[in-house]
């Protein structure tokens, strides 16, 4: 249990007193529930578990694999992909990055977006990440 909240907490690299102002669970709560000197309530879980955007059951051990838990979730895991996805196209275009290392780059978030993809939106992303390569390749063969 205190293993996945404290492993979460390390991977949005937040401290205790902030994930405690975020989810108003209080700081020595979380503290006990990382040492697994008390454990929560359902209701703190609920909070925890929405926050971290995984499923009560992964944070407190019982499922192996963390899944978005909500379809804000799901947009919220999208929205980071399509920032990164941005600023590589900034990054190119400015010529900090070779097109070389942001196409393989942008082959690594369309990846992680095809991971993330449901059914419905798979036809808008395609399109977009096509744009994005078909851009690259445009700018790249004008520079030639």
């Known amino acids: ?53 995984v499923s009560v059951g992964y944070l407190q051990g019982i499922e192996a694999k963390a899944e978005p838990t909500s379809e804000l979730e799901h947009q919220k895991a999208h929205d980071v992909v399509w920032d990164a996805v941005g600023k590589l196209i900034r990054a190119a275009s400015v010529g900090t990055m070779t097109y070389e290392e942001a196409f393989q780059e942008l082959k690594r978030y369309r990846n992680k977006s095809d991971e993330l993809r449901h059914k419905e939106k798979q036809e808008t992303q395609q399109r977009m990440f096509d744009l994005a390569l078909q851009t690259f390749k445009r700018r790249e063969s004008n520079e030639k």
Do not use: C, H
């Open 1 to 53: 249990m205190g293993n996945r909240i404290r492993e979460l907490r390390a991977e949005k690299n937040i401290s205790q007193a902030q994930l405690a102002s975020d989810t108003g669970v209080s700081q020595q709560s979380l503290s006990q529930y990382e040492k697994e000197g008390r454990k929560p309530k359902i209701e703190a879980w609920k909070k925890l578990a929405d926050y971290f955007g």
